[in-house]
């Protein structure tokens, strides 16, 4: 399965409101999960099952969508958000990647 | 605490071998499915394998199928990953990650995610 992410890269201020999109190349029900990974570090799960918010991430995370298209949004940009993103699908294995969103400072 | 902790990388040459260990506690080792994933220098992550947690059943992407082999042992609170016929195209940082759903003592390999990853370890493939 195929995971296509939207944009590529963007750039955004603090407090902006921002939207990211992944696309499956073929349905994956509600699987689908969202990581943030900064320079020199692990990536971290933000989001389970489509909208899932794990636990300790920040209510201004948020994720929507099922069968190919699904979003994420992060409701108000912290500095400490500026990051590359990944959706990865989970409905079969493999459990392939999106190519990343990497979120910079406008 | 969790943690996970990758070891054995390193370079080796084309067509060589090698094995990647991933020591693992603050958890209950056994009750969980693991999963490889790597990501090469400045590229984004590329999910490897992955094994159940009483290593009955194990996946691969079709990059490494028939080259790597995932396995574990509980007894020893570790994951590893053998390479062989290793291609340039492997160097990448390694990272171990478990995943989230508690799967007890079944055989489970969910549409799961990853919580608690480790800080990997690199393996770089050149002549």
């Known amino acids: 399965i195929q995971m296509t992410q939207s944009p590529s890269s963007l750039s955004a201020s603090v407090g902006d409101r921002v939207t990211i999109t992944c696309r499956a190349s073929?349905?994956?029900?509600?699987?689908l999960n969202w990581y943030q990974q900064k320079p020199g570090k692990a990536p971290k799960v933000l989001i389970y099952?489509?909208?899932s918010l794990q636990d300790g991430v920040p209510s201004r995370f948020s994720g929507s969508g099922s069968g190919t298209d699904f979003t994420l949004t992060i409701s108000s940009l912290q500095p400490e958000d500026f990051a590359t993103y990944y959706c990865?699908?989970?409905?079969?294995?493999?459990?392939?990647f999106g190519q990343g969103t990497k979120v910079e400072i406008k | 605490e969790v943690q996970l902790l990758e070891s054995g990388g390193g370079l080796v040459q084309p067509g060589g071998s090698l094995r990647l260990s991933c020591a693992a506690s603050?958890?209950?080792?056994?009750?969980?499915?693991m999963t490889w994933v790597r990501q090469a220098p400045g590229q984004g992550l590329d999910w490897v394998s992955g094994?159940?947690?009483?290593?009955?059943?194990?996946y691969y992407s079709d990059s490494v199928k028939g080259r790597f082999t995932i396995s574990r042992d509980n007894s020893k609170n570790t994951l590893y990953l053998q390479m062989s016929s290793l291609r340039v195209e492997d160097t990448a940082l390694y990272y171990c990650?478990?995943?989230?759903?508690?799967?007890?003592?079944?055989?489970?390999?969910?549409?799961?995610?990853?919580?608690?990853w480790g800080q990997g370890t690199m393996v770089t493939v050149s002549s």
């Open positions: 603050g958890f209950t080792f056994s009750s969980y499915a």
């Open positions: 094994i159940s947690g009483i290593g009955g059943g194990t």
């Open positions: 099952d489509a909208s």
């Open positions: 990650a478990r995943d989230r759903v508690y799967c007890g003592r079944g055989n489970c390999f969910l549409r799961d995610a990853s919580d608690f």
């Open positions: 990865q699908q989970s409905y079969s294995n493999p459990r392939t």
């Open positions: 073929q349905s994956i029900s509600s699987y």
